[in-house]
């Protein structure tokens, strides 16, 4: 069964860096065809990709973010982690860690995602 | 702004079918990448619906379909229930940016 699991600040202050946690099981980001990635939705809009880390740690990020953007992977620790720097409060939103399990590119399996609210 | 554009909603009585049109360009679905639905019920974690343009993951209703032509993809919902309630969102890959992925502009389906 996979699971991904969320964790960061709930709260961020304008400039800061945000960093955020996916813990994951039930698979491992070695095998091949293997991504995980973030997504985000601010409330009442629609889902944002950001970037996903391949299993052979080749990374793809929104062109619109990827300045601001870092994603890196521990496989030993099951995690990925994701850094958005310089927060604005556009940037308020739900965070979705997401699996993608082969070729197809399908997202199979969400997170239960977390709410970063940016606010002074 | 959406890299594939979705109508912002759709209507449907119950029993009726309703479709959702999804149209993106040369440089995404257009380039052979595969177009994915999820459903997200209120308040839910989206759900994947249909990959690879028309396949259904186990335990999903066959009154849910997909298919793609060109540069545009289309779910299509028969048998409408109060259930498919949702907004619906297509997604693929796009290699003008960089092979990251991108999400349309999302659809909400009322049934009347």
């Known amino acids: 069964q996979i699971t991904l699991k969320e964790s960061g600040p709930t709260l961020v202050k304008p400039t800061q860096t945000l960093t955020l946690t996916c813990t994951f099981s039930?698979?491992?980001?070695?095998?091949?065809?293997?991504?995980v990635g973030w997504i985000r939705q601010p409330p009442g809009k629609a889902l944002e990709w950001l970037a996903l880390i391949y299993w052979d740690d080749d990374k793809r990020y929104s062109p619109s973010l990827k300045s601001r953007l870092t994603i890196t992977k521990d496989t030993s620790k099951n995690q990925v982690v994701l850094t958005m720097s310089n927060m604005d409060p556009v940037d308020t939103a739900t965070y979705y860690c997401?699996?993608?399990?082969?070729?197809?590119?399908?997202?199979?399996?969400w997170g239960q995602g977390t709410l970063v609210t940016v606010s002074s | 702004q959406s890299v594939l554009t979705q109508p912002p909603s759709v209507s449907g009585a119950p029993g009726q079918r309703v479709t959702i049109s999804c149209t993106g360009s040369s440089s995404n679905i257009g380039a052979g990448y595969d177009v994915h639905w999820y459903q997200q019920l209120p308040g839910t974690v989206p759900k994947l619906l249909i990959y690879?343009?028309?396949n259904r993951p186990s335990g999903v209703p066959d009154r849910f379909s997909g298919s793609k032509s060109g540069t545009s993809a289309s779910l299509a919902i028969t048998g409408l229930q109060a259930e498919d309630e949702a907004d619906y969102y297509c997604?693929?890959?796009?290699?003008?940016?960089?092979?990251?992925?991108?999400f349309g502009s999302g659809t909400m389906v009322t049934v009347l």
């Open positions: 690879g343009n028309s």
């Open positions: 997401i699996h993608r399990g082969d070729n197809t590119g399908k997202v199979d399996h």
């Open positions: 039930g698979f491992s980001l070695s095998t091949s065809g293997v991504g």
């Open positions: 997604q693929s890959y796009d290699s003008s940016l960089s092979g990251s992925g991108v």
